[in-house]
């Protein structure tokens, strides 16, 4: 620690070399290879930072530097492939152990990240939904206009590409989709080249108990049972993620450099509040600390768990714990590693004595199924092995869920409950969030509970609107090492009582008359809980924080509401200086958060084009 606390204290020598354009490879793997200065430096080679370099670089008058902890894909199977048992390669991804949780009986728990080029757009389930309108209005309402679903439909279209199914996917199992909602951008959706015949059984289970079929989902009426498509190449059937969407056709261009396998450090911050670049290292900790200028802007890229982390090192961040870390505070900002919100989640473990073949567990347990599956999919990409993580999902209404919708709603409007560590304006903001999220409960637009299904019995029911807010913040003894991961799950006593009644309608989901047909049976580790207090003590020992959305540690709302960024995605108090990635999510909306960045991403690249006068 020591060692390092001298290096930045020497950081001030540059990178020798002049500025420049080469037309030689864009990606670098030294940092002897960069410039000394670009125009733009981009901290963070995930999901958005790659969508954010790639609209940049289209002028080719700009450079652009992308500064990556992870590395290159090369095409491992394991990530371009849809993945074949969900398990994430751990060379790609930053694996965080929580504190321990008081709402979980004092257990910790992981939270994922990407740590690739293309981030979480990498090694996630490829499941490729959008939110309800109701879910980005709520950020218009948090002091943002042009951030409602009307401001990001046209970049949700920007992103994406569709592709309808196969016929014998669309006609045989009236698969619904929106196609105005895409458009021609360069990530591709489509819907794989096989289903499995229990889902008929399940879809009908789920309207026996009043889901509603929603047939445009992504033009805003995401709440009901719809079909969702996969991020999928077509005809490869290759993951589409923001490498080959985005950096693969950046990577021909001279303006564009991509450092890989390097840490960023801090943010350099002048006496007049201008961030004028970063200082970065090898990311196993040896060789120089060095330092790379920003003329137009630094990019904030480094997604929920890093970026607030990478602000606080830089001295903005809350004044008592930049102090605890003997961190120089250059802008007391107390919304920075706040706000942390994810969707926690618990499994309702099921069989089917009576499945209809073929089945999921087949690919399993029958190895003439699993060889035939296997060649239809090296003959002609054909079969189960299209399938990523599900086709389809149910997004519910608590009205839907519950009659005491209402009771519940008007419990969390009187809640007197509130972060304990939330003051002055961090507390306004939160009863702002929390005045919002119980008119969401009484809404029949907004999704509170989310199950997607593919044909096994067993799934998860995913709280979808937590009123919760836990944080990540530097760790205080040791400002380089990982963040302190605290979810602070559960503490909000809606939240428990939401996932009871979540687990109380999967329950009776289970024992729908279609379900029954298969012979569906509840397992017998819960078959016994009836009343809510034995629920509620399953769920605390059962409940998984993160479904891997981490979001909102840097809020886009007002300062007085203890938000971080602007409207135009500007950190307060600083010029030079933008968050661009799922930090800056206000609220968490009802949805996996692949297609939103997406769209947040887009816009960033206009918003940041419009200041340097480039549209």
């Known amino acids: ?270 006496e007049e509040k201008r961030a004028t670049g970063i200082t970065f290292q090898a990311r196993n900790g040896t060789g120089e600390v060095l330092k790379v200028n920003a003329t137009k802007e630094v990019v904030l890229a480094a997604g929920s768990v890093h970026s607030p982390q990478i602000l606080q090192r830089s001295g903005v961040g809350p004044r008592a714990l930049l102090e605890r870390a003997r961190v120089p505070v250059k802008i007391n900002a107390p919304g920075v590693g706040q706000n942390f919100q994810d969707h926690p989640y618990a499994a309702f473990i099921a069989s089917y004595q009576k499945d209809v073949v073929p089945n999921p567990t087949m690919l399993q347990t029958d190895p003439s199924f699993k060889a035939y599956a296997q060649e239809l999919w090296d003959t002609n990409r054909t079969g189960p092995y299209t399938i990523a993580a599900g086709t389809s999902a149910i997004f519910l209404p608590l009205k839907t869920i519950t009659e005491e919708y209402q009771e519940i709603a008007d419990s969390a409007s009187a809640s007197t409950y509130f972060p304990s560590a939330y003051t002055g304006p961090l507390l306004g903001g939160y009863r702002t969030q929390s005045s919002i999220l119980a008119e969401r409960l009484r809404s029949s637009k907004s999704a509170i509970m989310e199950s997607p299904f593919s044909a096994s019995a067993g799934l998860i029911y995913v709280l979808q609107k937590p009123f919760s807010r836990g944080s990540i913040n530097l760790n205080t003894t040791d400002i380089y090492s990982e963040p302190i991961v605290d979810f602070q799950v559960l503490t909000h006593p809606i939240d428990l009582k939401l996932l009871i009644e979540m687990f109380r309608f999967t329950r009776k989901w289970i024992a729908a008359s279609p379900n029954q047909e298969l012979g569906a049976v509840e397992g017998a580790v819960t078959a016994n809980l009836t009343t809510d207090e034995e629920i509620g003590r399953f769920l605390t020992t059962s409940v998984t924080p993160s479904i891997a959305h981490p979001a909102g540690t840097n809020a886009m709302m007002p300062p007085e509401l203890g938000g971080v960024v602007s409207d135009e995605l500007l950190v307060h108090g600083l010029s030079g200086l933008s968050i661009v990635d799922a930090s800056i999510i206000p609220l968490i909306p009802s949805t996996h958060l692949c297609a939103t960045v997406y769209a947040i991403a887009e816009k960033a690249a206009d918003l940041i084009k419009a200041r340097a006068s480039l549209l």
Not at 21 to 38: L, M, N, P, T
Not at 163 to 177: A, D, F, K, L, M
Not at 190 to 208: D, G, M, S, V
Request: hydrophobic share 35%; proline share 8%.
């Open 1 to 270: 620690m020591l060692r390092l606390t001298l290096q930045l204290l020497l950081a001030g020598v540059c990178i020798s070399s002049p500025t420049r354009f080469r037309s030689i490879a864009s990606i670098k793997r030294q940092a002897s290879e960069i410039d000394a200065s670009y125009d733009y430096v981009i901290i963070g080679g995930g999901q958005s930072g790659l969508v954010v370099a790639n609209r940049l670089t289209e002028d080719p008058t700009k450079t652009v530097l992308v500064v990556e902890y992870g590395t290159l894909d090369n095409n491992d199977p394991s990530i371009i492939y849809p993945p074949r048992n969900l398990a994430v390669n751990p060379a790609y991804v930053y694996s965080l152990q929580s504190i321990p949780q008081p709402g979980l009986g004092n257990r910790t728990a992981r939270l994922l990240a990407g740590a690739v080029v293309g981030g979480g757009s990498a090694v996630n389930g490829m499941f490729f939904d959008r939110g309800s309108a109701e879910d980005y209005d709520n950020w218009a309402r948090l002091g943002n206009p042009g951030w409602d679903f009307e401001g990001l439909l046209p970049y949700f279209r920007k992103a994406t590409n569709f592709t309808p199914p196969i016929p014998e996917i669309e006609r045989g199992w009236n698969v619904t989709y929106d196609p105005e909602a895409y458009g021609d951008g360069p990530v591709q959706a489509t819907f794989p080249a096989y289903l499995w015949p229990a889902q008929r059984n399940q879809w009908k289970a789920w309207e026996e108990l009043g889901a509603s079929h929603s047939t445009t989902p992504a033009s805003g009426d995401a709440v009901g049972v719809f079909w969702v498509p996969t991020v999928q190449d077509p005809v490869l059937r290759t993951r589409s993620f923001a490498r080959t969407a985005y950096h693969d056709v950046s990577k021909t261009r001279p303006n564009y450099h991509l450092l890989i396998n390097h840490k960023v450090l801090n943010i350099s911050i002048s």
